[in-house]
């Protein structure tokens, strides 16, 4: 069974970094694409970035040149590094993972960023 944990939310000030992490169970991660999604109130989930298997990385144009998504296969670990965080970053981040049809999702970490 597939599960994804994910850890680092918090409160941080304009301006300042967090590291996000989701640990994956399972033996599908190294040959999965893992992303991170977030969800402020009242919005949609919106895509954040997104890393395959390979090498191959996708942002979204709100966090590129601040965001960096990147993966340890032997850790089965997928992290999000964020920098020069806004107050519009404020959601719920998700990590999702997706192997062949398959989809699996975290349950979610809280980041407030402060103005």
């Known amino acids: 069974q597939v599960q994804l944990v994910e850890s680092g939310g918090g409160l941080v000030q304009a301006g300042g970094s967090l590291r996000l992490s989701c640990a994956v169970s399972g033996s599908i991660f190294n040959t999965s694409t893992v992303g991170w999604w977030r969800q402020a109130p009242g919005k949609q989930r919106e895509l954040v970035a997104t890393r395959t298997s390979g090498r191959s990385t996708n942002y979204a144009d709100s966090v590129k040149g601040r965001f960096t998504i990147s993966r340890d296969n032997a850790k089965n670990t997928v992290y999000l590094q964020m920098d020069s965080l806004k107050p519009e970053d404020t959601a719920v981040y998700y990590c999702?993972?997706?192997?062949?049809?398959?989809?699996?999702w975290g349950q979610g970490t809280q980041v407030t960023v402060s103005s």
């Open positions: 999702k993972l997706a192997y062949f049809l398959d989809i699996y």
